[in-house]
């Protein structure tokens, strides 16, 4: 496919519009946020689902129990797009949505969105020695997209690592068991931010979670709310009616973005070369907004794990630590963590006490990275 003149200079300026604000990729967040939430009302008195979220923070963590459970799609995501900083788009493939409350108030803490692996990673990679059998390796492994505290339980109470530990804890690969009808053995997550912070809630979680090493990739920024259905549409028209990337396909929007860059890029290399290397240049300055992200796995207390993601043999064997990822030590292990935060955050009169949700009301008053 290759546009015309007019058209090429039409929607390389569109792109190069859009990405121009972005010069750290928390400004990509927030601006990403403001869309999601700028619809979303402030909550009427007594009609708020803020009121299922935890808010008794005179508790102490040792008086805290815990429960995972599911939660319907839509009520499941309204609550994760009032409480998460940024929401990555889904994909198809697999998928469970979680939250964990606490038993005491019942009330909700936190959300976990586990999804299938990114089909490539240097530290997977580096991990098992290569790429792995795909088809192997996608029954047995699981990525957790969203792993999200409500704030400031995740600031009180260190709540992102609870989250965490929870995701490689057998309760929850009990439920992926169940739900997929195989025997999950690798959890990956990466860090959210990159190295545009210096640490991550990941951090200083063994056994539960081990540090593998950065992601390689770059990869520019996905659009936004408003601009991407814009330009699909755009281009389905010049293309005939036809998208450029059928339905079905697996991170579609990414690879119909990309499909509307290399348009763009090889329409203005045939017509006007000057306007082709700014273009590229903006693509590329776009790109580098994006950071390496840590890596993070955990084969749930499974010591030949690299064994069976690799086909040589189907069956799991217990390490020496395996019972310590049952959901009651996870717990025990968080407890201690949290009780430590807990004093001091009193002792320095730093415990927040105010729930923090994303609305109309508070879109510009949130930290976007907490």
Not at 66 to 88: G, R
Not at 136 to 146: D, L, T, V
Not at 324 to 347: G, H, P, Q, S
């Amino acid at each position: 496919m290759i546009l015309d003149k007019q058209d090429s200079i039409y929607a390389a300026t569109k792109l190069m519009r859009y990405f121009k604000d972005f010069n750290r990729i928390d400004d990509y967040f927030r601006a990403r946020k403001i869309e999601r939430v700028r619809d979303i009302p402030a909550p009427l008195p007594g009609m708020s689902l803020e009121d299922d979220m935890f808010q008794d923070y005179d508790l102490h963590p040792e008086d805290m129990n815990f429960q995972v459970v599911e939660m319907p799609t839509k009520l499941f995501d309204t609550l994760l797009e009032k409480t998460a900083s940024f929401s990555p788009d889904e994909n198809p493939g697999k998928t469970l949505k979680l939250v964990v409350k606490e038993t005491t108030t019942n009330t909700v803490v936190g959300f976990i969105r586990y999804g299938s692996p990114l089909i490539n990673s240097k530290p997977r990679n580096d991990f098992l020695g290569g790429v792995p059998d795909l088809d192997i390796f996608n029954k047995r492994a699981i990525m957790g997209f969203n792993i999200v505290p409500v704030q400031p339980f995740g600031y009180n109470y260190l709540g992102g690592k609870l989250l965490a530990a929870i995701c490689c804890s057998h309760a929850s690969r009990r439920m992926l068991n169940k739900k997929y009808d195989t025997k999950f053995c690798l959890f990956e997550t990466t860090s959210l931010y990159g190295n545009i912070k210096g640490a991550s809630m990941y951090d200083g979680m063994r056994p539960y979670l081990r540090y593998k090493g950065d992601t390689q990739s770059k990869f520019l920024l996905t659009l936004g709310e408003d601009i991407y259905p814009e330009m699909r549409d755009w281009f389905t028209e010049k293309n005939g009616g036809e998208e450029l990337i059928h339905k079905g396909a697996s991170s579609r929007k990414l690879k119909m973005q990309t499909k509307m860059v290399g348009i763009v890029k090889k329409s203005l290399l045939e017509h006007d070369k000057k306007a082709y290397e700014l273009f590229s240049k903006e693509i590329a300055k776009a790109s580098d907004v994006t950071t390496q992200k840590r890596f993070y796995m955990s084969e749930y207390g499974y010591s030949n794990v690299r064994d069976v993601l690799l086909g040589k043999t189907n069956d799991l064997t217990k390490a020496e630590n395996y019972d310590r990822f049952e959901l009651e030590n996870v717990v025990a292990w968080w407890k201690k963590l949290a009780t430590k935060r807990y004093i001091k955050m009193i002792r320095e009169d730093k415990l927040r006490r105010e729930l923090e949700v994303w609305n109309q009301d508070t879109m510009n008053k949130i930290d976007i990275i907490r």
